[in-house]
């Protein structure tokens, strides 16, 4: 499975920004997607999930400003990101995880960083 983000870059706080993120190769059997951040100094830490059903799950400091979705026809999920904040400057990491026959399998793209300074 390969994952290929974009949509990084700076903001202004208060500004909105759209993360994208396609899989491709073998992308059957993946069940969840999401992002990930990690800022200087500070564990990667997950910001939004989603499942191939659509149950979603953020961070409770991203409650309320962020959406996650999922384009299952495109094998690509999105996390718009609106009222940003300085706090939320790190590197954004897209996941995915596939499970064949119980085993867990956990893919990561390359990061794409989010910047949000006046």
């Known amino acids: 499975v390969q994952l290929q983000a974009s949509g990084g870059g700076l903001v202004q706080p208060g500004g909105s920004l759209r993360l994208s993120c396609a899989a491709s190769g073998s992308i059957d059997s993946i069940n969840t997607m999401g992002w990930y951040r990690q800022a200087p100094g500070k564990q990667r830490e997950l910001v939004a999930a989603i499942t191939s059903g659509g149950s979603t799950n953020y961070a409770d400091s991203v409650k309320g400003r962020f959406t996650i979705s999922r384009d299952n026809a495109k094998n690509t999920v999105y996390l718009q990101m609106n009222s940003l904040k300085p706090e939320d400057t790190a590197v954004y990491y897209c996941?995915?995880?596939?499970?064949?026959?119980?085993?867990?399998?956990?893919?990561w793209g390359q990061g794409t960083l989010v910047t949000v300074s006046s």
């Open positions: 996941h995915a995880r596939r499970t064949v026959l119980g085993t867990r399998y956990d893919y």
